[in-house]
């Protein structure tokens, strides 16, 4: 093997790395816009039932039985923490597997 060809290799072998690196931030960035597509449909189910009946809802199974809110929950996991009828609850949506930040 001579030079030139410890340099193909070298070059053949960064390009792969950096591939992979690419692969894995455009893999986090799409499962990030996924996870932010979630919350945003639980925050809009929340604000029509707001603007509807006056008031949050108490859980989140009030919001899929009266306004259709679906999502994978085999992937997400969804935190709805409401605490009175006149403030607007956390949501936390996590995928399931990762770490909360």
């Given at each position: 093997?001579?030079r030139?060809?410890?340099?193909?290799?070298?070059?053949l072998?960064?390009?792969?790395?950096?591939?992979?690196?690419?692969?894995d931030?455009?893999?986090?960035?799409g499962?990030?816009?996924?996870?932010?597509?979630v919350?945003?449909?639980?925050?809009?189910?929340?604000?029509?039932?707001?603007?509807?009946?006056?008031?949050?809802?108490?859980?989140?199974?009030?919001?899929?039985?009266n306004?259709h809110?679906?999502?994978?929950?085999?992937r997400?996991?969804?935190?709805?923490?409401s605490?009175?009828?006149?403030?607007?609850?956390?949501?936390?949506?996590?995928?399931?597997?990762?770490?909360?930040?």
């Open positions: 093997m001579n030139r060809d410890i340099i193909r290799i070298l070059i072998a960064a390009v792969l790395v950096l591939a992979v690196r690419l692969a931030r455009i893999g986090y960035s499962a990030r816009q996924e996870t932010e597509l919350r945003e449909a639980v925050r809009r189910a929340t604000l029509t039932c707001y603007a509807v009946e006056g008031s949050y809802p108490e859980s989140l199974d009030y919001l899929r039985e306004y809110l679906a999502y994978n929950e085999e997400y996991f969804v935190t709805y923490d605490f009175a009828w006149n403030q607007f609850p956390d949501i936390y949506v996590t995928e399931r597997g990762t770490v909360k930040p």
